[in-house]
């Protein structure tokens, strides 16, 4: 029998009801599963934590996960108090329940002594529900039983009495924290990782990628071996003080006239950056030191406002806009120009395509006064990039004088890819994502504690020994994922060649059958540093510094140049001219298996013509050849000329090769050699 409209109305309420309870019965049931979910040990990952201080191997406290053993690292942040309070920020990526932290309060060493550990939830900025836990060293664990619901956790080191500067050693300057077990789970799904766009291609060719530190008075031919130089000026050759008083960029002989920059070859800066152009170098000027003419430490430039606002960095805004406006390449209105000079004042000159802050922020030595924390020296550049978001108005900002005038962050004392982390947050809170540096700038010098101001204990050691390679690709990665379309820069690398330098190449001598020099060995060295960054993916490189340093009172750095004292050309002035020439054009394509473990080929091309080159080397440092080497070229090479790097060669030594069956026979040594070839 056909059923009536009021029967099946019923029907189908009764299984709408059905579908209901099932419904919220299985919702009951997955809340219940959530709510008895048992807390375990959650994994912390690098691209999880946020160092706030940029310094120090964070990860020590996420190393050892076992609660049933004594863990032995730790991270340490002695010795600079503007660390302090030392904080890490951990994203979970999504909210999590915390339950339980498990603190290893280890026992007590030197410059270790109590503390505090402060716990907070929240957001970035916004940290609440804090809690400390008291550290006694007394070296077991501490539980902390907690229930956040949160996907940040922020973990920050207190110390009291924190600084002495009687004692040998500050007091109460670390905490003796060895690891932190975080034990919780999930309350929702992990967010979706976002989207990055990939990384922008700059085309940099090797003639322009190499590069070298210098000053206004570095003579003319040491340019000749590089195509980019990051020129060292002191802020107060300018006498800048306030924004009421005019720039003078007048005669260095009376800017500086008491200073070794008196005997400039070129007596005002126009004529130097003019002349920088004239030869084919990109001019990249480095300001440092302070503002004020009479303070020639380099303390951070607040004026007494408070490092964490750009505000307080107005007066380095604006001179960053007149030293652009001047320089770079847009004309700018007369009425924004506050020089000394009469009416029509000069402005786009065409001179510089990029502008660098301030040398080394993150120092660790000397004066704390003169270290900036990440999220300081993001607010610095806030400033000096664009006027804070043009808050300061016209005339401050590099951006607001050139828009394409590239803006370079001041260049980081060691490869702090956690202080780079920690101010892109900063960007991403205060500037709504808009990271205030076009170029990422770091330093490195390769030794056996990885870092420079290492101590005597250190010595030199080959960019291969110090796993450069890697630590580069490291950092790299990093950019392409989360800031593709800024340039990468390793401004600083290079080796004295001074025996008692802790920096020295000297080291890698003694390891050699026939004792060759460390002239010889600071060449090959530079010439493989320059090849290996170029292989990792960063788009220039320079080295440290064009010339040796008469009357230099440190014991670090002052034999690192082309050139001696005496005028005299090293090895790797010769080398490093060879190798910038040979590849000029070409930009770096793969690496090439060589199926040696003692020979590494790396492949650059000409993207126009074609033309390509193979650059082969042995890795190590102990004298190591691999002769008879047979090198496979592409199979449509049809002529290779090999260069021979070559003490006062400028162009090396070149041969003409025979090519049998797309090989050629080379004998490889730990001085690159370069292979021609017509096609790549």
């Avoid at 210098?214 to 980019?228: C, N, Q, V």
Wanted: with cysteine; net charge negative; aromatic share 12%.
């Amino acid at each position: 029998m056909p059923l009536h409209s009021n029967q099946i109305n019923k029907k189908h309420q009764s299984v709408i009801k059905t579908i209901f309870k099932l419904t919220f019965l299985l919702f009951l049931f997955a809340l219940n599963s959530c709510k008895e979910q048992a807390a375990s040990i959650i994994p912390i990952t690098e691209d999880m934590v946020i160092n706030e201080t940029g310094y120090g191997e964070h990860m020590a406290w996420f190393d050892e996960q076992e609660a049933n053993e004594t863990p032995t690292t730790r991270w340490e942040t002695y010795g600079v108090k503007t660390y302090w309070p030392a904080g890490i920020i951990i994203d979970f990526g999504s909210k999590y329940k915390i339950e339980e932290i498990l603190i290893f309060d280890g026992e007590r060493e030197r410059n270790i002594s109590g503390g505090e550990l402060q716990v907070s939830t929240g957001t970035p900025f916004n940290w609440q529900d804090s809690i400390k836990v008291q550290m006694d060293n007394a070296n077991s664990w501490i539980t902390l039983s907690c229930n956040y619901e949160t996907q940040y956790l922020h973990l920050e080191k207190l110390a009291t009495n924190f600084y002495n500067q009687s004692a040998e050693f500050p007091e109460n300057c670390d905490l003796a924290i060895k690891e932190v077990i975080i034990k919780g789970y999930p309350l929702e799904d992990v967010s979706p990782k976002t989207t990055y766009n990939e990384p922008k291609e700059f085309a940099i060719t090797m003639d322009e990628f190499i590069g070298m530190n210098s000053y206004i008075t570095i003579p003319d031919k040491l340019h000749e071996a590089i195509g980019l130089v990051r020129e060292y000026r002191p802020w107060r050759w300018n006498g800048v003080t306030d924004l009421q008083k005019p720039i003078n960029w007048g005669d260095l002989n009376e800017v500086a006239g008491k200073e070794k920059y008196a005997q400039a070859d070129m007596n005002n800066s126009d004529l130097y950056y003019q002349k920088m152009k004239d030869m084919g170098i990109e001019a990249v000027p480095c300001i440092h030191r302070h503002v004020d003419e009479e303070n020639k430490h380099e303390n951070i430039p607040s004026f007494g406002g408070d490092p964490n606002d750009p505000l307080s960095y107005k007066i380095m805004a604006d001179y960053s806009f007149q030293y652009v406006a001047r320089y770079g390449n847009q004309k700018v209105p007369e009425n924004l120009l506050r020089t000394t000079e009469a009416s029509p004042k000069k402005s786009g000159l065409g001179f510089i395509n990029y502008f660098e802050n301030w040398n080394e922020p993150n120092r660790w030595w000397g004066d704390p006064a003169g270290h900036f924390t990440p999220y300081q020296f993001a607010a610095f550049c806030s400033a000096s990039y664009d006027g804070h978001l043009n808050q300061m108005g016209d005339g401050f900002g590099v951006k607001n004088a050139d828009p394409n005038t590239k803006y370079v962050f001041g260049g980081l004392a060691a490869l702090s890819l956690s202080y780079v982390q920690a101010m892109k947050l900063w960007a991403d809170h205060y500037r709504d994502g808009s990271f205030p540096a076009d170029v990422i700038n770091l330093h490195h010098y390769c030794n056996t504690r990885g870092k420079q101001h290492s101590g005597e204990e250190a010595h030199g050691v080959s960019p291969e020994a110090d796993g450069l390679k890697e630590k580069l690709e490291k950092i790299v990665a990093w950019r392409d994922k989360h800031l593709p379309d800024k340039e990468l820069w390793l401004s600083e690398f290079g080796w004295d060649t001074d025996e008692s330098s802790y920096q020295s190449a000297a080291f890698g001598h003694t390891l050699y059958p026939d004792k060759i020099s460390m002239f010889e060995i600071q060449g090959q060295w530079l010439v493989r540093e320059y090849l290996i960054g170029a292989g990792a993916g960063i788009d220039r490189m320079m080295m440290y510094l064009a010339n040796d340093l008469k009357n230099y009172k440190h014991d670090v750095f002052g034999e690192c140049g082309f050139v001696t004292v005496d005028d005299e050309l090293k090895p790797s002035w010769y080398y490093v001219k060879t190798l910038k020439n040979a590849l000029s054009g070409m930009t770096f394509q793969a690496e090439q298996n060589s199926g040696d473990e003692n020979v590494w080929i790396y492949k650059f091309s000409n993207p126009e013509t074609k033309a390509g080159a193979y650059v082969l080397w042995c890795p190590t440092s102990d004298g190591t050849t691999v002769n008879n080497f047979s090198l496979s070229l592409s199979d449509t090479s049809q002529k290779a000329t090999e260069i021979k790097l070559e003490h006062q060669q400028e162009a090396g030594i070149s041969t003409e090769l025979n090519i049998e069956n797309n090989t050629v026979t080379v004998n490889v040594t730990e001085r690159p050699l370069i292979i021609l070839v017509d096609q790549l």
